[in-house]
């Protein structure tokens, strides 16, 4: 479905197939050993018309001491009927086993792909950015779904850093005792446990923040080393070692993905990637990842890596870069994207809808196998 509903938007690139049926694996991805997924497709006439997955993610409910059921993988054509199904499906899940809330979308957590785009249709998604038909926000609304948190892509051109900040970045290096020093690829294996445990501190007073267990950390970090550019990763140190922060910036591979429009390597899609992701092909960036432990916010460690991460980029011939998502209510974040001189140009929405709960911890047949909706 959503390739097929990706024919009618060019600007837009789709993951690969094959991420898709690994993310999707409720046997092997490690973010299900603490979640459990219940997959919905709606058929009108023998036609798939739209999907939804239905999630109960066990580490959410327990950290944030509630009981919702979160939806993600929501496409579906511009149909009310349709859309009315597919929610209610994952309504009915979410009162069997007692809860009380539905958010979204999260496909399938806080640190995948989230949000619904509510604005800027007429730009590409960057790398591990959805990006969605206008009429999604008018169909989630519609059934009674209401704001919960807007996510803020930021954009910034190479010339558009704030001499300011190119100026006072090595003055706070030397002030704080702390050194800022690209990851080299061979220690990637070796660092990678350290980044897992910044990561879990880092972003834990965020919106609905959920840590990744270990192991779905490391997956994230075998998948990015397949397309890293290591200039553009920077680690945080004291001067006894120990990692405070880090920084990553990724080559946006969406401007190859954008060519392959069935999302299957084979056969000819993986000649298209190799052709446009060849050396200096790729022009712009996303800033993945930027944390800095709470002891040590507020003293400019951010601002030197945002430095970092644009003198390297500008070197390497990068034209722009993407900061997101930026939760609207990272006010940190958000003042320092704003300091160097990016603005906001697009926005995805999380939703949530209060419901009232009739079951306890009922069995919903979670499985993997979607269950068939018939629409008209």
């Keep these: 479905m959503p390739y097929r509903i990706a024919k009618h938007y060019p600007l837009w ?18 973010f299900y050993t603490d979640a ?17 997955a239905a999630i109960d993610d066990d580490t959410h409910n327990r950290i944030h001491k509630e009981k919702t059921l ?18 209610a499906a994952v309504e009915r899940v979410a009162k069997t086993i007692g809860h009380d809330r539905l958010r979204g979308p999260f496909s399938p957590s806080v640190n995948d792909e989230i949000g619904v785009q509510i604005d800027a249709f007429d730009t590409p998604n960057y790398i591990m950015i ?11 609304e519609a059934q009674g779904f209401e704001k919960s948190v807007d996510l803020f892509c930021y954009k910034m051109t190479q010339n558009e850093m704030k001499p300011r900040l190119l100026n006072s970045t090595p003055h706070i290096e030397k002030r704080l005792g702390i050194k800022v020093r690209k990851l080299a690829k061979s220690e990637v294996d070796a660092v990678a446990p350290k980044l897992w445990e910044v990561h879990s501190h880092a972003w834990e007073k965020n919106w ?31 001067n006894e070692g120990h990692v405070v922060g880090f920084a990553i910036a990724l080559p946006n591979i969406n401007e190859a993905l954008i060519h392959i429009r069935d999302g299957r390597l084979w056969p000819f899609g993986i000649l298209k990637l190799l052709w446009h992701t060849r050396p200096g092909a790729i022009r712009s960036l996303r800033v993945l990842a930027l944390g800095v432990l709470e002891d040590y916010r507020g003293l400019g460690i951010d601002s030197v890596l945002y430095d970092r991460l644009y003198r390297a980029g500008k070197k390497k011939g990068y034209a722009v870069g993407e900061f997101s998502q930026i939760l609207e209510t990272n006010r940190l974040m958000n003042a320092a994207a704003r300091m160097m001189g990016a603005r906001v140009y697009k926005t995805h929405r999380m939703y949530e809808k209060p419901i009232s709960a009739s079951g306890e911890n009922a069995d919903t047949g979670f499985s993997p196998k979607p269950d068939a909706i018939p629409v008209g």
């Design 13 to 30: 690139a789709l993951p690969l197939r094959v991420q898709q049926k690994a993310v999707l694996d409720t046997t092997k991805h490690p």
């Design 36 to 52: 459990r997924m219940k997959l919905f497709v709606a058929y009108r006439d023998g036609r798939a018309v739209g999907r939804i």
């Design 70 to 87: 979160h939806f993600g993988f929501f496409d579906c054509e511009d149909d009310k009927e349709v859309a009315s199904a597919l929610f």
């Design 130 to 140: 959805p990006a969605n038909p206008p009429y999604y926000r008018h169909l989630v």
């Design 208 to 238: 609905y923040w959920t840590p990744m267990n270990k192991a779905q950390f490391l997956l994230v970090i075998e998948d990015l080393k397949q397309i890293a550019d290591y200039d553009l990763v920077y680690l945080a140190e004291t």
